[in-house]
């Protein structure tokens, strides 16, 4: 059993930034794929964030291309999600996330990411 823990979430002024972490309990190379993905208060749809391969290859939404970068430690099993440049939209709950192939996708418990104009 995968376990994910995310932290760094918080509130901040629009324009600012944040760093998001997820620890896992599992080494990084087992997982396919490493990423994030937010959930926006109730109406709107859960979006893809960011994701990395396990090649390093990163994928970004449209909304937050430019602004956010994700990045992995592999010696710490973290990966991160430097957050700058934050705007009122980007309110949400961050859920970090490991495809771990034939084992399944594993989810963390999320994280409020709160922005004010």
């Known amino acids: 059993q995968v376990q994910l823990v995310e932290s760094g979430g918080g509130s901040v002024q629009a324009g600012g930034s944040l760093r998001l972490s997820c620890a896992s309990s599992e080494n990084h190379f087992r997982a396919g794929v490493l990423g994030w993905y937010r959930q926006p208060p109730p109406g709107n749809q859960r979006e893809l964030v960011a994701a990395i391969l396990k090649s390093g290859v990163t994928n970004y939404g449209d909304s937050v291309k430019g602004r956010f970068t994700i990045s992995m430690d592999n010696a710490k099993n973290t990966v991160y999600l430097q957050m700058n440049s934050l705007k009122y939209e980007d309110t949400a709950v961050y859920y970090c996330?490991?495809?771990?192939?034939?084992?399944?996708?594993?989810w963390g418990p999320g994280t409020q990411v709160t922005v004010s104009s």
């Open positions: 996330y490991a495809a771990m192939g034939s084992s399944g996708v594993y």
